[in-house]
């Protein structure tokens, strides 16, 4: 079915209330596990109505922040959705404590089990205003970002159309982009705090309300941390300060001696060659094009895949106003469609989103007729794993977007995935100290995230600059939307790196292996995945020096 052809019908949710109800009552009634396990196959059913109608209008409101009928129906969900998931909890809190467990769990797997139990230790009916409150606030923070409108050398440009500017190898231009981008946060800053400041009280009451001491422990229950908890991370964010900063800053050093600099200013980051970074040298209509030719000429079953997504009208990719900003896949598991959503700007991150967006959607595409939804998707540091490992295996075709541009793009692509790692690391951290302060004010927060640039980005310089004044946090969506999610990032670029490392030695057996951990879906834990597809646990003693010794044996 092709995305035009969906049609939009806005779930009765007292009807499905009480399907949820009745589902439970015959699941508790059940003389036997096949009886339950026919309640589960209903549940299954019940679950993708509500998903994939839950999902396009996502998608809808994403593409049009403006649009007032998707606008409405986005708050539908945000207010309904925590009385959907009450339900679905009591039917699964009927599987758990069934008589036929384990009958169920060899059908179903254990791991099925494993996250339904970690997914009630992250509900209670008592939070579902605190819930509903909650999504209305990132609905609310998606919009402001999305309302941005700047006036940029004579163009009329959104956040995301402004990032061309923050490349430029003309220092002025980035610097005076950067402070175009200052001035909107500026302006709303008041707005991002108090957004900022209500989620962080909402959050720290639903934890309280639960029994927990903060909203940490609410936080991983709630990302579905299955095999590591907070302490290991805490140990993995040391080690990429001691084993990965080093590496990085040799990568910094080289940069700013390569466009003439004495040290980089922030404004300086993103640009990594004088001449300017590599771009596509296609036009936006060109880019889904290029990206068939690429996946038909990887393997077959890519191949399969991308001609699924092109002729089913499954990206949305050019940035436009009132379209909110940065990039996603989401899953329409009633049509079994994956859906790309982008903003091309004419930049490699164009490029990345035929990669990284696509490694979801390849991964939802292999996994589209898994009967048990819940498996089909990986945790999310495991989904990362097929994303970021993607952009890597894609190396060889950098030659169709780059000409003989690419090996600069590949460069610049590997020198940018290894220096994300300590940034990946503060924007983790600084939730911590967060959500373990509750008390903090604005104020104290940004003061806390300028501590962590000076741990995790020493290599840059801010001299008072407004993002230097600890407001940067403010722009990275992920903080305000997905709490702890972005230690996933990093979790997964280090399993990525290693796929990297060993595709230049056997690409074959690499993407082999590649292929083989994207098929398990979320049949197995993220440790259990990457370890069995031949990586190394990135919780590992000395598996960062590894990686840092491989990507400087490649770059210097």
């Known amino acids: 079915?092709?995305?035009?052809?969906?049609?939009?019908?806005?779930?009765?949710?007292?009807?499905?209330?009480?399907?949820?109800?009745?589902?439970?009552?015959?699941?508790g009634a059940a003389k036997n596990a096949k009886e339950q396990l026919d309640c589960v196959d209903e549940h299954e059913r019940l679950l993708s109505e509500v998903a994939t109608m839950m999902s396009y209008v996502y998608i809808r409101h994403s593409v049009d922040t403006r649009d007032p009928f998707f606008e409405k129906e986005q708050e539908f969900f945000d207010e309904n959705y925590p009385l959907f998931e009450e339900k679905r909890q009591e039917f699964c809190t009927v599987l758990l404590d069934s008589p036929f467990r384990p009958e169920l769990e060899k059908a179903l797997g254990r791991l099925f089990f494993v996250n339904m139990e970690i997914a009630k230790?992250?509900?209670?009916?008592?939070?579902?205003?605190?819930?509903?409150?909650?999504?209305k606030l990132v609905t609310e923070y998606s919009k402001l970002l999305a309302s941005a409108s700047l006036e940029f050398d004579g163009e009329t440009v959104n956040l995301t159309q402004l990032h061309k500017f923050e490349e430029s190898p003309n220092r002025d231009t980035r610097r005076r982009a950067y402070a175009a981008e200052a001035s909107f946060f500026k302006a709303n800053e008041?707005?991002?705090?108090?957004?900022?400041?209500?989620?962080?009280?909402?959050?720290?009451?639903?934890?309280?309300?639960?029994?927990?001491?903060?909203?940490?422990?609410?936080g991983y229950y709630a990302m579905n941390r299955n095999c590591y908890d907070a302490s290991m991370v805490a140990v993995y964010r040391e080690q990429v300060v001691k084993d990965i900063l080093p590496t990085v800053m040799k990568i910094k050093e080289k940069q700013a001696e390569r466009n003439g600099?004495?040290?980089?200013?922030?404004?300086?980051?993103?640009?990594?060659?004088?001449?300017?970074?590599?771009?596509?040298?296609?036009?936006?209509?060109e880019m889904l094009g290029l990206g068939r030719k690429m996946y038909h000429e990887m393997s077959a079953e890519t191949g399969e895949f991308i001609d699924y997504m092109i002729d089913n009208e499954l990206f949305d990719s050019i940035a436009k106003a009132g379209k909110q900003p940065g990039g996603y896949c989401t899953?329409?598991?009633?049509?079994?469609?994956?859906?790309?959503?982008?903003?091309?700007?004419?930049?490699?991150?164009?490029?990345?989103?035929?990669?990284?967006?696509?490694?979801?959607?390849?991964?939802?595409?292999?996994?589209?007729?898994?009967k048990i939804l819940e498996l089909?998707?990986?945790?999310?540091?495991?989904?990362?794993?097929?994303?970021?490992?993607?952009?890597?295996?894609?190396?060889?075709?950098?030659?169709?977007?780059?000409?003989?541009?690419?090996?600069?793009?590949?460069?610049?692509?590997?020198?940018?995935?290894?220096?994300?790692?300590p940034y990946g690391c503060m924007v983790d951290e600084f939730q911590h100290v967060v959500y373990e302060h509750p008390e903090l004010t604005p104020n104290e927060r940004k003061a806390e995230w300028a501590k962590l640039e000076d741990k995790y980005r020493p290599f840059l310089r801010f001299k008072g600059d407004f993002f230097g004044e600890g407001m940067w946090f403010m722009r990275q969506s992920h903080i305000y939307k997905n709490p702890f999610y972005y230690i996933d990032y990093c979790l997964a670029q280090t399993s990525a790196l290693q796929f990297w490392a060993w595709a230049q030695k056997d690409r074959k057996a690499a993407f082999t292996a590649y292929n083989a951990l994207v098929e398990k879906a979320g049949t197995e834990t993220f440790l259990d995945l990457v370890t069995g597809a031949g990586l190394k646990n990135p919780f590992t003693p000395g598996c960062l020096v590894d990686v840092a010794k491989?990507?400087?044996?490649?770059?210097f």
């Open 1 to 27: 079915m092709k995305f035009s052809e969906i049609q939009y019908e806005r779930p009765d949710i007292k009807a499905v209330i009480a399907r949820y109800e009745t589902l439970a009552e015959k699941a």
């Open 121 to 135: 230790k992250a509900f209670s009916p008592a939070n579902i205003p605190l819930m509903q409150e909650e999504a």
């Open 190 to 218: 008041a707005e991002f705090d108090r957004i900022f400041d209500e989620l962080v009280r909402i959050r720290n009451s639903m934890a309280k309300n639960m029994g927990y001491q903060n909203f940490v422990t609410l």
């Open 261 to 285: 600099l004495s040290g980089l200013m922030f404004y300086d980051n993103a640009c990594f060659y004088p001449e300017g970074n590599p771009k596509p040298r296609a036009s936006f209509d």
């Open 331 to 370: 899953y329409l598991p009633e049509f079994k469609l994956p859906y790309i959503f982008a903003n091309f700007n004419g930049t490699s991150a164009d490029v990345d989103v035929l990669t990284h967006e696509a490694g979801h959607a390849y991964q939802a595409y292999r996994a589209r007729n898994m």
């Open 376 to 421: 089909s998707q990986a945790t999310l540091e495991a989904c990362e794993v097929h994303s970021m490992s993607m952009e890597f295996f894609c190396y060889p075709f950098m030659n169709l977007f780059y000409g003989d541009d690419a090996d600069r793009a590949r460069e610049a692509h590997l020198s940018d995935a290894v220096s994300f790692l």
């Open 550 to 555: 491989e990507t400087e044996k490649q770059l």
